[in-house]
């Protein structure tokens, strides 16, 4: 109910301009109004329409067609919070940092978020902040919504982040609260193997990431993170078959391993015969 009320509210004022355009106009007056208020709706409208069809467009795989889509709504200039914060990530994964920037700092400074918006737009303001190289920006802006929101996404993106920020002690106290909150996602699984990973408890990052394969991550951190577990116990073949696992995967720009550094690894691999 707490939804509808606000439309209902919205929607008042206009059907009582239509009604009262209808008894003192008569039924030529009253259409008018009809049309113009149809008229406003689809006008204001459009910004939802293609960012509808954006969403579409990117869920089956057609990266540039919701990309150009998402600037449509965008340019309408009456864009819903939440579908700016969708295009500004969407920006982030294609590379298009400036670009981001200029969504997600409008959207930032929208009076009009509900807690859900608030929470979309500043997990990504905060990967945008990363990607600006302002990683102690990011990580306080995380630490932030971490103490007011309980989120998988809030947890998958701060774990990384403190790693990066090289407080390994701090990276292990969030990431094993993390998995706590949640012990199915797969971020959230691998930043804590990469946590084992940089404190050097590889046993523990081995059990880790047998329980992360169970899930079947589809991105490269996951597998890439493996093959150094699986180097370390000199178990180079496994570790080839994870490279080329992580190979097969999409890179992004929001990817914290590049496929070149796949590639160097697995090419610094002892071919079989010498191994």
């Given at each position: 109910?707490?939804?509808i009320?606000?439309?209902?509210?919205?929607?008042?004022?206009?059907?009582?301009?239509i009604i009262a355009?209808?008894?003192?106009?008569?039924?030529?007056?009253?259409?008018a109004?009809?049309l113009?208020?149809?008229?406003?709706l689809?006008?204001?409208?459009?910004?939802?329409?293609?960012?509808?069809?954006?969403?579409n467009?990117?869920?089956a795989g057609?990266?540039?067609?919701?990309?150009l889509?998402?600037?449509?709504?965008?340019r309408?200039?009456?864009?819903?919070?939440h579908?700016?914060?969708?295009y500004g990530?969407?920006?982030?994964?294609?590379g298009?940092?400036?670009?981001?920037?200029?969504?997600?700092?409008q959207?930032?400074?929208?009076?009009?978020?509900n807690?859900?918006?608030?929470?979309?737009?500043?997990?990504?303001?905060?990967l945008?902040?990363?990607?600006l190289?302002?990683?102690?920006?990011?990580?306080?802006?995380?630490?932030?919504?971490r103490?007011?929101?309980?989120?998988?996404?809030?947890?998958?993106?701060?774990?990384?982040?403190l790693?990066?920020?090289?407080?390994?002690?701090?990276?292990?106290?969030v990431?094993?609260e993390?998995?706590?909150?949640n012990?199915?996602?797969?971020?959230?699984?691998d930043?804590l193997?990469?946590?084992?990973?940089?404190?050097?408890?590889?046993?523990?990052?081995?059990?880790?990431?047998d329980?992360l394969?169970?899930?079947?991550?589809?991105?490269?951190?996951?597998?890439?993170?493996?093959?150094?577990?699986l180097l370390?116990q000199?178990?180079t073949?496994?570790?080839?078959?994870k490279?080329?696992?992580?190979?097969?995967?999409?890179?992004?720009a929001?990817?914290?391993?590049?496929?070149?550094?796949?590639?160097?690894?697995?090419?610094s691999?002892?071919?079989p015969?010498?191994?």
């Amino acid at each position: 109910m707490q939804f509808i009320w606000p439309l209902l509210y919205k929607l008042a004022l206009p059907v009582i301009v239509i009604i009262a355009a209808f008894k003192l106009g008569g039924w030529m007056a009253g259409t008018a109004a009809v049309l113009v208020f149809f008229g406003i709706l689809g006008y204001f409208g459009r910004a939802g329409v293609y960012a509808m069809r954006a969403s579409n467009a990117y869920n089956a795989g057609k990266q540039e067609e919701a990309l150009l889509l998402f600037e449509k709504a965008h340019r309408t200039g009456h864009m819903a919070v939440h579908q700016a914060s969708s295009y500004g990530y969407l920006l982030l994964r294609s590379g298009r940092t400036e670009q981001a920037e200029g969504v997600l700092t409008q959207a930032m400074q929208s009076r009009n978020k509900n807690r859900m918006e608030r929470l979309m737009v500043e997990t990504n303001y905060a990967l945008l902040l990363w990607k600006l190289g302002r990683v102690s920006e990011a990580v306080k802006l995380l630490e932030q919504l971490r103490r007011d929101y309980r989120h998988t996404t809030v947890y998958g993106s701060l774990g990384y982040l403190l790693l990066l920020e090289g407080d390994l002690d701090h990276a292990l106290d969030v990431n094993l609260e993390a998995v706590q909150f949640n012990d199915s996602d797969p971020v959230i699984l691998d930043n804590l193997g990469q946590t084992y990973i940089a404190r050097g408890e590889f046993e523990k990052a081995a059990e880790l990431y047998d329980k992360l394969e169970e899930r079947k991550p589809v991105f490269p951190e996951a597998y890439y993170y493996h093959a150094l577990v699986l180097l370390h116990q000199e178990k180079t073949e496994a570790a080839r078959a994870k490279l080329q696992q992580a190979l097969e995967c999409r890179f992004t720009a929001l990817q914290t391993v590049t496929r070149e550094q796949v590639e160097q690894r697995l090419a610094s691999l002892p071919s079989p015969a010498e191994a």
